[in-house]
């Protein structure tokens, strides 16, 4: 992160649940995480929630739509208390002038989201529930991953129904694949948290999917 954006940021602790912009929003500035955690998010006519993605520690966003007065398409809501550095878009302007380390990190959280959302679409075209939850189980382990006692415990709470909003299916899915991992000793749940017991394991069933639907 660049020293020069840090020092023109305005710090703000925001409490759990707090939504930071709502769809049809067009932010005038963009955010900086420093600690803490932050969702993107729709929900249905009926109240049902899609969880889009999870901002972490030391990313940015909102910058496209502040850059290019585009109006936000998600609610950004904290889902912890989370302390943020908000960068107004004057001050990102002057910035792109005038310091190169500013402008690539921009092109590059760009350039970051845009194929995550690429990926994210060829998911939803090509693999089945079951695949693309062992992926988030896999992603999640890389991303909070710690080892005790020869397993990965996912050091991030998550509901089924959590699980269900990620990805985008229903509850009852997420329940009878979680099951399954479960049955074939791939995975377990204690106190909330789920560990892996064999991350290979894991990694080999989920190309076995693949291999049994011909992808």
């Not at 092109?107 to 090509?126: G, M, P, R, Y």
């Not at 999640?140 to 991030?156: M, P, S, W």
């Amino acid at each position: 992160m660049s020293e020069k954006l840090l020092d023109v940021g305005e710090e703000f602790f925001f409490a759990k649940n707090k939504i930071l912009v709502s769809p049809g929003d067009v932010p005038d500035g963009f955010y900086y995480l420093k600690d803490g955690r932050v969702k993107a998010c729709t929900y249905s006519p009926k109240g049902n929630e899609n969880i889009l993605g999870l901002i972490e520690k030391g990313c940015i966003f909102l910058e496209s739509n502040t850059l290019f007065s585009i109006p936000s398409d998600c609610y950004f809501k904290t889902i912890e208390p989370s302390n943020l550095l908000f960068f107004k878009k004057e001050d990102l302007l002057n910035l792109l002038k005038t310091d190169f380390d500013v402008t690539l990190l921009i092109l590059q959280s760009i350039t970051c989201k845009f194929l995550a959302n690429l990926h994210s679409v060829n998911e939803l075209l090509v693999y089945d529930s079951e695949w693309r939850i062992c992926h988030l189980l896999l992603t999640f382990a890389d991303n909070f991953g710690i080892e005790i006692e020869n397993k990965i415990k996912l050091n991030i709470k998550i509901s089924q129904q959590f699980i269900s909003d990620m990805l985008g299916v229903t509850r009852g899915t997420t329940i009878k694949m979680i099951n399954k991992l479960k049955e074939l000793n791939l995975i377990e749940q204690t106190n909330g948290y789920y560990f892996i017991k064999d991350l290979q394991r894991l990694k080999n069933h989920q190309a076995e999917i693949c291999l049994h639907k011909g992808i």
